[in-house]
């Protein structure tokens, strides 16, 4: 069945610690969902584990560990049906992002990228999801991808190669598990304010050079916030909504992409020159 109240479901979140996943972590327990939360940082997930308790939060389980860990995720799911039963929603947003151009990526930042953002909702989902399609009391699944999950935004090929697949599971995932009553929702932010602006590596450039902290800062004042991110995707649960856009200029794009091919390859080639021309070593 589709979820139309948190309250009382238990609810998964990856990520947990920091940006869209601890918004989205005291969200959801703000509307009385029970949580199981993860995350790699060990302190920082005690500390929303805390935050959530001290504001009368439920949270069943947590745990640290590595999505990209396959076996970890196994240990993982094993304890929380152990201690809490088959879950009603599963949120993939943990995440990691690196930039470059093809000459400069490695193999470990391609490689970084598909275990975190592609393999590890799917170790998530193959461990999780069977139990709920047994339970039969449906659910919903949550996959943040990206607005380099629709569009061929600069520099982004191996985070993009993550995201595109992320997308691509979730179409597939948002028909196959209908008949078992869990929706899929993807969640496509394009500019969010998160740790991840300040620590995102761009392979072969200096963080610190005035036109890369100038891209910067007009990255974070169109940002939008966690929290209004964390909004949408409870909307996008609620009303079992498949695409959830964060902003405008996504839901535009993705839309302009579809309809006008031929000038979106224009200004995408101009945004890729520009971006190699301001941020690109001299």
């Known amino acids: 069945m589709a ?8 609810f998964l979140v ?5 940006g869209i996943g601890r918004a989205l972590a005291h969200a959801a327990s703000d509307r009385g969902a029970r949580l199981v939360l993860t ?3 060990e302190n920082a997930l005690d500390d929303v584990v805390r ?12 745990a640290a560990l590595d999505i990209s860990d396959y076996d970890a995720v196994t240990a993982f799911a094993r304890d929380v049906h152990e201690a809490c039963g088959s879950l009603d929603i599963v949120a993939n947003v943990a995440g990691v992002s690196v ?13 970084l990228m598909v275990d975190v953002n592609l393999m590890g909702p799917i170790h998530v989902i193959e461990n ?16 943040v991808s990206s607005a380099a999950g629709l569009l061929a935004l600069p520099w982004h090929a191996a985070y993009s190669a993550s995201k595109f697949g992320l997308r691509g599971l979730s179409e597939v995932l948002r028909f196959d598990l209908r008949r078992d009553g869990i929706g899929v929702s993807l969640v496509v932010p394009g500019a969010v304010r998160t740790p991840l602006v300040d620590s995102v590596q761009i392979v072969g450039v200096d963080r610190d050079r005035p036109e890369v902290r100038e891209l910067t800062r007009r990255f974070v004042r169109h940002a939008a916030t966690p929290e209004k991110v964390a909004e949408r995707i409870v909307a996008g649960i609620l009303k079992n909504r498949f695409m959830v856009y964060t902003s405008f200029d996504t839901r535009f794009g993705y839309w302009w992409a579809r309809k006008f091919a031929p ?4 200004v995408m080639q101009a945004a890729n020159d520009y971006f190699r021309r301001v941020v690109g070593t001299r």
């Not at 990856?14 to 920091?18: F, H, L």
């Not at 939060?57 to 947590?62: D, F, K, N, P, Y």
């Not at 000038?263 to 224009?266: A, C, F």
């Open 3 to 10: 979820i139309t109240d948190l309250r009382g479901t238990t």
């Open 14 to 18: 990856t990520g947990a610690a920091s």
């Open 39 to 41: 995350d790699l940082q």
């Open 51 to 62: 935050s959530i308790r001290e504001r009368g939060g439920t949270v069943l389980h947590a």
């Open 99 to 111: 930039w470059g151009t093809v000459d400069r990526l490695r193999h470990e930042h391609w490689k």
């Open 128 to 143: 999780f999801v069977p139990a709920m399609i047994e339970a039969g009391r449906g659910g919903h699944i949550v996959n």
């Open 263 to 266: 000038p979106y390859n224009l």
